[in-house]
């Protein structure tokens, strides 16, 4: 990898991102790439990818590209070769309950271990690492109209989602790593569920609740609420992060307005596409969740809302949402639903 003109004046001019080709890792990748940095970028895909990844960027040497895998530790020494900084975004998430919790909780906390001792006997001392709203509240709503903010922590001995579990553990590791090696600078951002454009590759699990009113045959939608954030703010907020140091430390919450799916599907209507958008009782919803097993999740958050207050984030570092119409409309777009 070539060192360009624009990364050699930044303070950590080469990254490391994880999970590259997810659907934030790309937009995280874009980001840097934007703002003059050198990029190697890790993913589980086979190296026969590549070079359909590497076109969506257009970034020359600037963005390479290297095949690892969170639960092993083959090649993380290799990676952090040359490398100033670490942003941390592969995750795994999933739409539905695994059978054993520790296939997402494995990769999520030991990966980010794994990730941080890596980069840390190879002499990185700067961290972003996307955690998430699911670390401080839970990922579904369980207290009616509570409010949190970034001093709360989701509480492990709740009726929790593996998924839930697997964020506040991979933080709770990620900050116990950085108290115990006091030269580690350590920021996380924390957002709700992301909506926004696809850059490129294939939808993530988070556009699905977008992909599923579209196309859905449902005669309606659960009123669970979400407060979404668009993936381009997340992704600046990753490069926020990295560039000003009295970030550090911080955990930047990132949260907008509770919105319903049929709220969103409202918006997607008066946007002109035709969905359904009445809102199914929740005994309806309780009644699903015996034979799919996607709507198993969505139960734990029926007639609850979370309130998230980001005064902390917006003070710090002047974030404006977007508007959930924006976020909404573009990722319908971006998806091909015209």
Known sequence: MLLSPNAMSKEYPT?????????????????????????????RTDEKNYPQILNAFSAG???ELCTLDLTDDAGWKEAMEGIDAVIHTASPFSAYEPKDEMELIGPARDGTLRVLRAAYESGIRKFVITSSTAAISGATP??????????DWTDLNKDISAYTKSKTLAEQAAREFASTHEDVELTTVNPNVIFGPLHSG?????????ESIVQSSYPGFPKISFAPVDVRDVAWMHAEALERSELNGERLMMAST???MPEIARHLKSNGYKVRTWALPNTVVKLMAIFIKEARLVTRGLGTTNHYDCSNTIEKTGWVSKS?????ISAAKSLGFQ
Not at 202 to 210: C, P, Q, Y
Not at 324 to 328: P, V
Request: charged letters at 15%; proline letters at 2%.
């Open 258 to 260: 509770p919105i319903t």
């Open 15 to 43: 990254l490391l991102v994880t999970g590259c080709t997810g659907f934030l890792g790309r937009q995280v990748t874009q980001e840097f790439l934007s703002r003059g940095y050198n990029v190697r970028g890790t993913t």
């Open 142 to 151: 369980t207290t009616k109209n509570q409010t949190y903010t970034e001093q």
């Open 324 to 328: 959930h119409e924006e976020m909404i």
């Open 202 to 210: 294939t939808s993530g699990t988070s556009l699905r609740i977008i």
């Open 61 to 63: 040497e600037n963005f």
